[in-house]
Structure formats: C-alpha cells, structure tokens
C-alpha cells in the first residue's frame, strides 16, 4: 500500500537508530573484542563481526525490555537507569548524530508537529536532544516511564499523538 502523504498529520522519532547513530557507536565498542579473534572469522574482519553482533543483539535485548515492562519491573529498572545516570555521568561523546537528521527536522518542523518517543530514560533522552540543539523541534518527549507501557506497545505513540491533538 503506497504511502499517502496528504494523511500524515504529526510525526514521530525515536532516539536510537532513527536520530542517534546507535549501532556505529555498539559497534565500535564491540570491535575491540572480536579483534583477538580476526584470524578465525570470515573476512578476517573484527568490524563486520561486531557489526553482526550488535545486530543479533538488539532481539535479546528488545526481549528483556518487552519482559519487564510486561512483568510491571520497568519503572524500577528505569529510575535504576536514570539514578545511575546521574549518579556516573557519561560524556556526551557517546552520542552520534546521523547525518542530515538536523536538515531533515529543520524541513518537516514547519509542515508538521513532532515528537520523539523512546524506551531509553528521560535523562539520556533530554541529553542527546539538548547536545545536538534538537529540543526545539520536538515539544512533546515521551520516554520510558512516560506511558502505562513502554515500545513496542502503542502506549508512547499513542500518548504522544494525544499531546499533539491527534
């Protein structure tokens, strides 16, 4: 079914992979580890595996975030994250823009309102939007605890959508 663009009536954005270039940043860190091992993977290349692990890794990991929302755990596990947050600050450094993405919301920001809506804590959320200048764009920021549920369920979206007037 074609995308019939006169119907879209607000936006909205996820942090990871959509903003920020999460899985360069994953992956690089991986690639160190899988270094030592260059001579017994294909391609002899520690950089493609890290890659491929990253990628592997998201399921698991999206599994385990779905788990303890659905387990009523994600509200203490997320202020855990925030606290530790602010408690062991990490450099800004770990965040990477894609590229264009401020070109893009520059574009769509008259024609449209928007939203980001993340399963990452409203801290590192603020943090990367407030590093980059992008809060501006976005005046509705759902975040982990923002919603009964967090992604993949409708819940952020859809509460979002409702701070837009949709």
Not at 106 to 123: I, K, N, Q, T
Request: glycine letters at 4%.
């Amino acid at each position: 079914m074609p995308l019939n663009v006169s119907q879209i009536r607000a936006l909205c954005f996820d942090v990871d992979g959509t903003l920020s270039d999460t899985d360069d940043i994953y992956a690089q860190k991986f690639e160190r580890f899988f270094r030592p091992l260059r001579p017994l993977l294909p391609q002899k290349d520690s950089a493609l595996a890290a890659r491929r692990f990253v990628m592997w890794a998201e399921t698991p990991g999206n599994l385990l975030m779905n788990l303890s929302d659905q387990w009523g755990l994600d509200s203490t596990l997320s202020r855990a994250a925030e606290w530790l947050n602010r408690a062991n600050p990490r450099p800004l450094r770990h965040f990477l823009l894609i590229p264009g993405v401020e070109e893009m919301l520059e574009r769509l920001a008259p024609h449209y309102p928007m939203a980001v809506v993340s399963a990452r804590d409203e801290v590192s959320t603020r943090a990367f939007l407030a590093h980059f200048g992008l809060t501006r764009f976005f005046p509705v920021i759902i975040t982990a605890l923002s919603a009964p549920h967090t992604k993949p369920y409708p819940d952020p979206v859809c509460l979002a959508a409702a701070h837009m007037g949709h």
